[in-house]
């Protein structure tokens, strides 16, 4: 995951993996990127041409299709995808959802859904957050309540990433109205087949225009009761928790990528734009914020890389987690910043990617917990 050296836990197999995924990349997403940003999500028909590269399921076990390879692979496709400029895919909450049904599905449960999620023929989503919670996850209002050998699931889901075209929805929902956190389970719903269950519009958002994200109702859903994650009611809070580590590290993964590109198409502007007949790439100014740029992007690089080493070893802690996703999206955030001032004009037109990268930028701090939960996190871990 570096621009010019190799971090140390990339193997040759790492950068055989990295140099194909790059190139179906420039081949399949990127010409297809402004596309998608028009219509609002991406073509179905992408997933299994991802899948046919190995992008669904590199470190799935082998016995249900995938590569059986370590994090390092998902990590490298985290990296591509956004240093080729996409927002749209909505890869990264795929593997997500995948790595739940792997860490806590039960056995049928992985046999039904893990092979078609490789494939690419179910995308999957995660509904967690509601109109009125936020961040508060324990006072989520959507229920789940037994009904023989079902449930009926009532309520409301809003920002859900790939919301209009997932067909496997992991949904937290209270099985226990009466308790907080040991209240909460995750039950998957199959929307093929699944009465009471609607999509509101795709949301218009300030920028990842090309990942569809929605608000999703549920009117008295039956889900039989063996989708149930795990098949034991109230762990699905504990279950979501014990995966933050991972998705708080792709954020990071992600900024490093997005700052690689952000710099990149900057360079290539300053060098062959002129002012007062010289370069802007003359001027100190320019000069100087390019440095700064750089720097913030390299250090955050060995940062993350040392976190992707850790990770690997089986020993990354939930506060340098949290670490990695609040100090990535703040450097993501601020090279973007910085970037398009240098475009000038030319910055605030959606015609130059700059733009798009600024716009998609602003988010990272948001999901994944926002960058105020993250410093609390990490100050909890100083008070002990």
């Not at 591509?80 to 995948?98: F, K, M, P, Y």
């Not at 990842?208 to 994650?229: C, H, I, W, Y």
Request: glycine share 10%.
């Amino acid at each position: 995951m570096s621009a010019r050296t190799k971090p140390a836990w990339m193997s040759r197999e790492h950068e055989i993996f990295q140099d194909t995924t790059r190139k179906f990349f420039a081949a399949e997403l990127t010409p297809n990127i402004e596309r998608w940003r028009a219509q609002g999500m991406v073509d179905r028909a992408f997933w299994p041409k991802a899948a046919e590269f190995g992008l669904l399921g590199a470190t799935a076990p082998e016995e249900w299709g995938g590569a059986g390879a370590d994090r390092g692979y998902d990590v490298i496709i985290a990296y591509e995808q956004t240093r080729a400029g996409d927002t749209g895919w909505g890869w990264s909450v795929h593997n997500i959802c995948l790595h739940y049904i792997l860490a806590y599905g039960t056995a049928e449960q992985q046999a039904r859904w893990v092979p078609r999620l490789i494939s690419g023929e179910i995308i999957p989503a995660i509904a967690m957050t509601e109109p009125g919670t936020g961040s508060d996850l324990q006072s989520i209002q959507t229920t789940a309540i037994q009904d023989g050998s079902d449930y009926r699931l009532s309520g409301s889901k809003i920002f859900v990433s790939n919301g209009q075209s997932a067909n496997l929805i992991i949904v937290a929902a209270k099985t226990d109205p009466q308790a907080r956190a040991r209240g909460i389970s995750l039950i998957g719903v199959e929307t093929d087949a699944t009465g009471g269950f609607s999509r509101g519009r795709n949301l218009a958002k300030i920028g990842m225009k090309g990942q569809d994200t929605s608000e999703l109702f549920f009117d008295q859903v039956r889900v039989p009761r063996a989708n149930l994650l795990g098949g034991q009611e109230g762990r699905g809070f504990s279950q979501l928790m014990s995966q933050l580590a991972w998705e708080r590290l792709v954020i990071g993964v992600l900024a490093v990528g997005a700052m690689d590109a952000m710099l990149a198409e900057t360079l290539t502007h300053v060098r062959q734009r002129k002012a007062f007949d010289q370069r802007l790439m003359d001027f100190q100014n320019s000069r100087f914020k390019l440095a700064e740029a750089k720097t913030k992007l390299e250090v955050t690089r060995s940062f993350i890389d040392d976190c992707v080493a850790r990770l690997l070893a089986g020993n990354l802690d939930a506060p340098t987690a949290s670490m990695a996703k609040w100090w990535g999206s703040q450097m993501q955030c601020e090279v973007a910043d910085e970037c398009l001032q240098l475009f000038g004009g030319y910055g605030y037109m959606l015609e130059y990617p700059i733009a798009h990268f600024y716009a998609d930028a602003r988010v990272q701090k948001i999901f994944g917990g926002t960058n105020e939960i993250q410093k609390e996190l990490i100050a909890r871990s100083l008070d002990t």
